[in-house]
Structure formats: C-alpha cells, structure tokens
C-alpha cells in the first residue's frame, strides 16, 4: 500500500463491547475476568481503561498543585548519580569526569574517605561548578552541614540531608533534639538548601508496596512540621526545606502513580495546615532512587534493565532529581563502567527519548489517571489509620510498621518461588556458568537473596551437582517437560544430563547404568507414568536403593499414596515452589548421597 493510501485510510468505530466480544474469543472461553489482576496494594486491574474510568476532577490540576506554576518549571530532571572513591584526589577526579559526560548534579559521599583538612579544599573546588547539590548519605552530609568555614555559602542551592526516622536512627526525644540542632545550624548556614528529608527508600527497600510508601512518607512528613512548628519555625519556611525521597521499582505504572498521587497528597497536608496554594506549587520536591529490592547478584547485567526501566517510570512521573545504580552495584563490585552506564541511562532518556521536554507525559492516560487516583486514596487511607494510632514513631516503636512490610515482602518472595512472577536470571533461565559474587556486606533485604541463598549451597559442594533426566519416548512427546525441569534445577544451581529416547526398560537401566548419579526425574507423558512408572521405580532402586526419584509433572492425588510408597520420591511441577523443592534437592549432595556406587 502506498504512503498516500494508507493516509486515505480510515477505521469504523468501535465499542468496549466489540472489545469484549474478540478478547473472549482470542481467550477460548476464559473471560474477560481472567485478565483481571491483584496488585499487592490490593487494587484490582482491570485489562482496558476507558474514559469512564477517569476520576471526575480537573485530571492535571488535581494532581499539580498549580498548573500554571508547573508550566513555568523546567521539565529537566538533575542527574544525581552520587560518586565514591578512596581518596580526595579519586574523587575530584570522578566528579570532574562525570560533571563533564553529561552530569548535571554534584553528588557524591565520602564513604570510608578519612576527614582532613582535604576535605575544605575539596568542597572548594566542588563550589567552582554551577550545579545544584544532591546528597541523603548521613555522614556526607552531616560532614557539609557542620562546615562552619563553607565557602561562598549563601550560593549553595539543592538538597543536603538525612532521614533519621527511616533509617531507624531516631525513636526518642534526644535524638529529636539532636536533629533539630543540626536543621537549624544547618537553614543559619545554607539557607537556600533543602535540609529536611523525608527518605521512603528504607521502607521500599523492604518490601514495602507503594501505598504503605507514600502513608509512611507522609506520616513522617506531619512529625517533623510538627517538631519544628514547636521550635518557631513558619509553615512556609518548613515546606520550603523539606524535600522527599522514594525509591521506585519494576511495576512500571504503579511506580509513577506513586509519586503522582504524592504530589496530590502532600499538597493536601499543606493546605490542611494552611500553607498558602502558592508556596504550595514552589516547594514541593522529589528525588528517586532505581530499587535496591529487585536488583541481583544473578546474571547482573539484566539490572542495566530494571534500572532502565525503573529511571524510565520515575522521569514519566516527574520527579526533580534521579539516581539510577549501577547494575553492579548490589555485589559490590561498581567501576567507572557500570557507572558510565547508569549516567547514560538518564541522558537517553533525556537526550534521545526527549523526556526532557514533556510536562506530566502520563496526563490524559486513562490507566495512569484511575491507578494515580486509586493509589492516592489508599494511601490516604493508611496515613490515617497510623495518625490515629498515634502517629508513626509509635507505629516504629510497637513493630506494626514492620510487620505490615514484612506480609508484602513475604507475598513477593513467593510469588517468584513459585514464578507468579518472574526475575530473569534468579527465579527463570539461570545461568549455571556465571561466577556468584560474595555479597556478604552488600546484600540488605533483597527479593533474589533467597535464590542467591541456594546457588551459594551449590557452588561449595565437593562436586558439582548433576540430575539425570530420562526422557520416556521420542523427544517430541518429553521434550517440554525435560526443558521445564533443566530450568526448574537451574535456578538451584543443579546441571542436567539428559538421556536418549528410552523406549524400554534396558535403555533406562542402561543410562542409569552409566550415569549413577544420585538423582533422576523422570520426564514423559502421564499415561506413561501410569503404565511404566513401577517398573521404572523398581529398576532403579535395584541399581542404587539411595537413588531419589521424582516425575515431571503434578502428581495426581489419587495417586499420591500408591507411588510414594513403591519409592518415588515427588516430582517437579509449574507454580511449585521453587525454594522449597531446591532445598530439599540440595541435601542429597551435601548429606554425601552423591558418593558413586560400588
């Protein structure tokens, strides 16, 4: 078809019901409710969003504060990749490089660097760039903060601060007094930097979902305007150093509801306490981070994806500054690569997805409108119940927090145990070649620290662990179930040898025979199993009685009893769990059940 044909073209009308009635008939009878899908904060998707599902309010006002005041706002983010390094000289050297390739932040923390009188020269030569700052690392900024003899001071603009609350760090009055100290000093010195940070990463990075994230973030928000109120500071003045920090993760549109919906509700607590529309629509800022949760040590390279496509969500959202972590960085091992190439993920973003250039690209969506506004309300919701149970020191103090986070953050790890959800390289197509990095100081609270848990027990085996596979029949008719169990195993760190087409029984003999390995599975189609699996159990057991055997494929139920007690062991199935199969296989090699037959 021609270019001026196909403009020519145009499409008839249709409805949601035409919609419907070819998605049931591409789904063969499902229906349209098996599309529908549960969110761990407990919201229902459904699989097509319509303009009847858009909330009844002005869509973009609702959300930002003043659309006028937006408009005028630059729509470029900061890149605030922080930078470490062993010493004075490493680090003004990184920084330089970096501000020179397309960084646009100065961040950076100090990490094990000793305090000298380097340090004055250092923050003397940082001064020189004409960038705003970004740092939360506590002892980085505390470091700042308490520099009397700062130069040029008064010029200093960006975010300078920590979050004692979420980082666990103040539960009682001295340790509020003590940061209050440090936040006055701090507005005396540096008045045109935001030096109270609210930080919702800590809680993400336990697994929180992203309505506990935004209740906590705002719970926090309410003590410290309080705490400060006390002290004689303005509204205004608080909302104007206050900035909020999140980490976002791989649900890509739930992510940037998130921190949609926070711009609504923050502003919603400020007009609560009065605080002028106006200063409203100035003040609000937000910086995130790429998740620490959902990164792993396994095939880390498929990081450099998650962390895309966190960055991607965070800058649709829109958020002031953005750090995007080295896919290396969970196994400790970042370099100037692996941070070459997180910097270069914001500057695509920008440069060649012209991000850049785009106010509130999820306005108008009809999905991003409903989930934002969804989002929003159950948030809202679980601020309010903290608020009336004494606010959320009281809920830190007692555990409750914790153990809301911990049922989400236990949901999520069985999801991938039995691959509801998938972690490419962790949970599905494992990589049994690459080398486990040590991450013994690196590791946190992690989703893949379960997985990573089990390769690790692989890898200090005396021998390398190796299930046989029989394939009953010709290939075609075992080849998916023996595929299935190869990944299955995979992912415990657990190799394969596959056998021949056995056809009979002295084919299967004669593959054991040769093999002797301590563990087989049996992969062919249920009839086979039904008809042959006796035979194949007895055989089996007469070449090694310590042999474990399992089938490939459900066990039926009615079947259970009778194929345990002739001596098969399980078997391997979809939606198993994953951890707990693999650590029931990982004792027949570290018991020494691997040993060879005399």
């Not at 937006?70 to 922080?82: H, L, N, T, V």
């Amino acid at each position: 078809m021609k270019l001026s044909e196909m403009k020519n073209q145009s499409f008839s009308q249709r409805t949601l019901t035409d919609w419907q009635e070819a998605a049931e008939k591409a789904l063969k009878g499902k229906g349209i409710h098996s599309l529908h899908t549960n969110t761990y904060e407990n919201i229902k998707l459904k699989p097509l969003y319509t303009g009847e599902d858009v909330p009844k309010r002005d869509r973009v006002k609702d959300y930002i504060p003043n659309i006028e005041g937006e408009m005028d706002r630059d729509s470029k983010w900061f890149i605030a990749q922080p930078i470490n390094r062993g010493s004075w000289g490493e680090l003004t050297t990184a920084i330089k490089d970096a501000l020179s390739r397309g960084q646009n932040c100065l961040s950076f923390t100090i990490g094990d660097v000793k305090m000298t009188e380097h340090f004055q020269q250092f923050m003397k030569e940082m001064k020189e760039f004409d960038t705003p700052i970004f740092i939360i690392d506590k002892k980085t900024s505390l470091s700042i903060l308490e520099m009397e003899e700062f130069p040029d001071r008064e010029g200093l603009i960006g975010v300078i601060g920590f979050d004692p609350l979420s980082e666990g760090e103040w539960l009682n009055n001295d340790r509020l007094e003590e940061w209050i100290t440090v936040v006055n000093e701090a507005d005396h010195l540096h008045p045109e930097v935001k030096t109270i940070i609210i930080n919702a990463a800590p809680y993400h990075n336990k697994g929180a979902s992203a309505t506990q994230e935004l209740a906590y973030a705002l719970s926090e928000g309410v003590v410290y305007i309080e705490a400060l109120q006390e002290k004689g500071w303005t509204l205004e003045k608080i909302a104007k150093k206050m900035h909020f920090h999140f980490s976002v993760g791989s649900q890509f549109f739930m992510e940037m509801a998130k921190i949609r919906a926070f711009k609504k509700l923050w502003q919603e607590v400020l007009s609560s306490y009065g605080v002028a529309e106006s200063t409203i629509s100035r003040s609000i800022s937000i910086s995130a981070e790429t998740s620490r949760f959902n990164k792993s040590t396994l095939d880390p390279y498929v990081n450099m994806l998650r962390g895309g496509g966190e960055a991607f969500s965070a800058v649709l959202a829109g958020v002031d500054y953005l750090l995007v972590a080295p896919f290396n960085e969970v196994s400790g091992e970042v370099n100037p690569f692996s941070e070459r190439i997180a910097r270069n993920t914001q500057l695509i973003l920008g440069e060649e997805a012209h991000l850049d250039k785009v106010i509130d690209p999820g306005g108008g969506s009809y999905y991003v409108e409903w989930l934002s506004e969804e989002v929003g309300k159950l948030a809202w919701k679980e601020f309010q119940q903290i608020d009336e149970e004494g606010g959320i020191i009281v809920s830190l103090e007692n555990g409750s927090i914790q153990h809301k986070i911990d049922r989400v953050r236990d949901s999520r790890i069985q999801d991938l145990a039995t691959r509801k959800n998938s972690m490419i390289g962790t949970n599905i197509y494992a990589n049994l070649e690459e080398t486990l990095a040590d991450t013994t100081s690196t590791a946190g609270e992690r989703l893949s620290l379960p997985f990573e848990a089990l390769r690790s027990r692989s890898l200090k085996l005396a021998r390398k662990p190796v299930a046989g596979l029989i394939g009953l029949g010709e290939l075609k008719s075992h080849k998916s179930r023996a595929d299935f169990v190869k990944g299955f195993l995979a992912t415990g760190g657990i190799h394969t040898d596959q056998s021949k087409e056995c056809f009979s029984k002295e084919d299967i003999l004669h593959f054991v025979e040769e093999t002797r390995y301590p563990y087989y599975v049996v992969c062919g189609k249920d009839e086979e199993y039904h008809d042959q699996l006796s035979m194949m159990v007895e055989s089996i057991h007469q070449i090694g009685a310590n042999i474990v055997i399992d089938i490939a494929g459900k066990i039926p139920d009615e079947r259970r009893s009778e194929w345990e007690l002739m001596g098969l062991n399980g078997s391997i199935y979809n939606k198993q769990n994953i951890l707990e199969k693999m650590d029931e296989l990982l004792t027949i090699w570290e018991e020494g059940n691997d040993r060879e037959e005399a």
